[in-house]
């Protein structure tokens, strides 16, 4: 069906809501990316073409999940695409069950649009200038409604919070990129557990940033307590497994599951927390690839993470993934946990900030970056070894570039790049 419409004389046409919007983006997306690479047949195109068919899956992914619940429809097909294709070597020959494979499955998400009615489109004349509005297909508040991938991870917190009552406890992990709500995510998670609803503040005690917060959340928490930990690797970090004080928070760890907590920790990067936590410890972890959205991972899984080149964990198939909501949203009213959360991080972290200054952080940093500069060594062709400031930089996200280069240049002239 053309859904290209022209009126003449009536304005420009409208938007459509955001989710249809989406969604035909996507489709258009993968239309071209399809018919370039037939024009092209380049490995490149082929790459795009494939990347342009899952973007359009995961989009799609939640009303499947919710048509599957409510009409009793299978997309098993199509949730094949949960898989990320990896890019195609130079050397490769793509054959034509590969070429099949992808544009059937693009046909196959075309008809799914069909089946909710996503390209069904009516447009009526409102009595605004410029008011056209979408009337048919996928329900306008059908973006608002709950997520199923969401309703399932609140349903397994619920569980969570029984099991902590039939004398056990949980360590959860969330990592992913900056700014994408890992905080907003475990918050939440946090307030279920603890509550066993989606509503109300938690004690300031139960949101942690730094090693005095987790010694006040142990010592002083209550039975059954959920807790939050702004960055993991403050606490649990790979390189200060034989740090006094990692000793004694991991003996602590006695008197948390004594008390029957819960915690649920956030952190950049899974590798940046120690192993032997992970392994022993954590009970699920979370992925969030972008912002709003997450991939479940229970323990069995995360046995399968490999490390990959980009120091980045190549993971299994998820559980499950789903969107989640934001505490702060633009167009809505902040919740007001959120508010609790912002007041309490100006408060703790004030009180780091006059006990620490630019200087003594960098410091620390060096050292650490000194003792372990085998994680910053770049090796260059023809030239001798550096330590790496990007690596730096990356390590500890919250340095600025020229702060990353200091620490660097501090490094480079107290340890011997050369040596094997």
Known sequence: MNNDYVFDNKGAIPEAKPVKRELLMKRQRAQESITRYNRNRY???????????????????????????????????????????????DYKEITPEDEK??????????????????????????????????????DHTLGKREDP???????????MRRLLRKDTDLVGLIYGGNRTGKTTLSLQMCRLIHKGKPEGKLKSQQIIFQDEDFKEAMNEGEQYQANHIDEMKLLFHKRDG???DQKVRNKMMT??????????????????????FLSDKVDFVIRVPKRGRFEFYSKGKVG????????????????????FPDLDPENGKTDPLW?????????????????????????????????????????????????????IKYEYPDLSTKQAKTIKTVVEQKVDLTSD
């Open 339 to 391: 508010k609790q959360y912002r007041e309490v991080e100006d408060k703790k972290m004030e009180i780091e900030d006059d006990e620490k200054t630019e200087e003594e952080i960098l410091h620390e940093i060096a050292n650490e970056v000194e003792q372990n500069y085998e994680e910053f060594k770049k090796e260059l062709e023809g030239r001798d070894p550096i330590i790496s400031d990007e690596l």
């Open 304 to 323: 399968k993470f490999k490390k990959g080149d980009d120091n980045k964990p190549i993971t299994p198939t998820p559980d499950f993934t789903g969107r």
């Open 43 to 89: 490995l490149e195109d082929f790459d795009e073409m494939r990347n342009a068919v899952v973007s359009l899956y995961y989009t799609l992914q939640p009303h499947l999940m919710e048509m599957e619940a409510s009409a009793g429809r299978d997309f098993s097909h199509l949730h094949q695409l949960q898989n990320h294709p990896k890019p195609v070597e």
């Open 255 to 276: 008197t948390y599951a004594k008390k029957n907590m819960a915690m649920i920790g956030c952190d950049n990067n899974f590798y940046n927390i120690d192993q032997e």
């Open 101 to 138: 494979f992808w544009k059937e499955k693009f046909r196959e998400l075309q008809q799914a649009l069909y089946d909710l009615e996503v390209t069904k489109i009516a447009l009526k004349k409102r009595s605004k200038p410029h008011g056209y509005e979408f009337l048919n297909g996928l």
């Open 149 to 159: 991938g969401w309703r399932r991870l609140k349903r397994n917190c619920i569980n």
């Open 242 to 244: 034989m740090d006094t």
